[in-house]
């Protein structure tokens, strides 16, 4: 534990010595947590409990950016935890959404083989955290919804 923490010392040192403004900002930046669980439905669903969408590839997109994807578990619900960012967080919301890109039939075979669902995001505000002078955030879907 001594030792880990004195590593990490220097390695701090070594680079805000080598690469100061860059590299504290990013030490420093904030930090994401995005978790939810994806409908295996068309209609909005903002509370979800079922159904639920297994095995679903989650993007989370900015722009035309892709940040982060992962994938839903068996219960529909996926994680993703966005590394220290410069990004500021009104403008993770303002500018990012989660895309569904597996179809829909594939949980339930009367649904669409084609089209998204997306929701954009929304953060928790009671789980805000000070943090090395950045942020955690807990953030979750505001409403998943059917793009053709
Ligand atoms: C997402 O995270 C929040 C805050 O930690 C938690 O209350 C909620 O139950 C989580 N939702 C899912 C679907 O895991
Ligand atoms: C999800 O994927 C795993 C591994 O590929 C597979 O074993 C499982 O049957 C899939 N579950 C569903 C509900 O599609
Ligand atoms: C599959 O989708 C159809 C059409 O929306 C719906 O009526 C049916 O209940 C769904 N099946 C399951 C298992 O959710």
């Known amino acids: 534990m001594a030792s880990t923490t004195s590593c990490l010392l220097l390695v701090l040192a070594t680079v ?9 900002a990013q030490l420093l930046g904030n930090i ?38 992962t994938t839903s578990n068996r219960d529909g619900v996926f994680n993703i ?7 500021v967080l009104s403008t993770l919301l303002s500018s990012c959404k989660l895309v569904v890109t597996t179809p829909l ?20 505000p009671s789980n805000l955290f000070s943090l ?9 879907p505001t409403n998943f919804a059917y793009r053709p």
């Open 32 to 69: 994401f947590s995005i978790n939810g669980t994806i409908p295996c439905r068309m209609d909005p669903a903002t509370l979800v409990t079922s159904p639920v969408f297994p095995n679903a590839t989650v993007l989370l997109q900015c722009g035309t950016d892709v940040l982060a994807s």
């Open 16 to 24: 805000a010595v080598l690469a100061p403004g860059a590299a504290v």
């Open 81 to 87: 935890l966005l590394n220290p960012t410069a990004m």
């Open 132 to 140: 090395l002078g950045g942020v955690l955030v807990n953030i979750v």
């Open 105 to 124: 039939s594939l949980c339930n075979a009367s649904l669409p083989s084609s089209g998204i669902l997306q929701s954009t995001l929304n953060a928790l």
